[in-house]
T-cell receptor, first 111, second 114 residues
Framework: QKEVEQNSGPLSVPEGAIASLNCTYS??????FFWYRQYSGKSPELIMF????GDKEDGRFTAQLNKASQYVSLLIRDSQPSDSATYLC???????????FGKGTHLIIQP | DAGITQSPRHKVTETGTPVTLRCHQT?????MYWYRQDPGHGLRLIHY???????DKGEVSDGYSVSRSKTEDFLLTLESATSSQTSVYFC?????????????FGPGTRLTVL
């Protein structure tokens, strides 16, 4: 069974600092990796995706993938209070497969 | 929400009654998905569709059926609702022609089974 593990938190980070969120996955056949942000009572919002080993940057967000270690991370630079949310890591195999999600990390940015 | 609507947004029903949730998209995406989200379990895949009339089961499909008669609509049916099906249900879409396989989520339906 495919599993995605995340530390549930809460992870508390001062405003302006770098928040580091981590995720491990069990299925070596996973091909696509996603980070979603979910505010309380809202739907998941896609913020980053990565398919290849290495880093991918988009604004204040950087996704990092290491397939050999089966590890995905998300860095948020210059953290803002509005970044406070639950961050969901998700992985996908090939084809039309649905996503397998971790249970999420609750991030709190302290003003 | 990437042109995705779900209806109803909230529903309270009684054990044993049938319930149908609707997902409608205006994005012409090929793939559609139903997930449920529960505390302590995260998001789990119920069923998905890879085209009109083409569907398959996900991780937690027992007690649920789906239908897709048009590209834009994907229905999730609970034939006889149980209290264990109280959850928040999300629809997702992916597979825009010429695009990549990211999934985008609808606003969700909160279902309570008494």
């Amino acid at each position: 069974q495919k599993e995605v593990e995340q530390n549930s938190g809460p992870l508390s980070v001062p405003e302006g600092a770098i928040a580091s969120l981590n995720c491990t996955y069990s299925d070596r056949g996973s091909q696509s990796f996603f980070w979603y942000r979910q505010y309380s009572g809202k739907s998941p919002e896609l913020i980053m995706f990565i398919y290849s080993n290495g880093d991918k940057e988009d604004g204040r967000f950087t996704a990092q993938l290491n397939k050999a270690s089966q590890y995905v991370s998300l860095l948020i630079r210059d953290s803002q209070p509005s970044d406070s949310a639950t961050y969901l890591c998700a992985v996908r195999g090939g084809g039309a497969d649905g996503l397998t999600f971790g249970k999420g990390t609750h991030l709190i940015i302290q003003p | 929400d990437a042109g995705i609507t779900q209806s109803p947004r909230h529903k309270v029903t009684e054990t044993g009654t049938p319930v149908t949730l609707r997902c409608h998209q205006t994005e012409n995406h090929r793939y559609m998905y139903w997930y449920r989200q529960d505390p302590g379990h995260g998001l789990r895949l119920i069923h998905y569709s890879y085209g009109v009339k083409d569907t398959d089961k996900g991780e937690v499909s027992d007690g649920y059926s789906v239908s897709r008669s048009k590209t834009e609509d994907f229905l999730l049916t609970l034939e006889s609702a149980t209290s264990s099906q109280t959850s928040v249900y999300f629809c997702a879409i992916s597979g825009r022609t010429g695009g990549t396989n990211e999934q985008f989520f609808g606003p969700g339906t909160r279902l309570t089974v008494l």
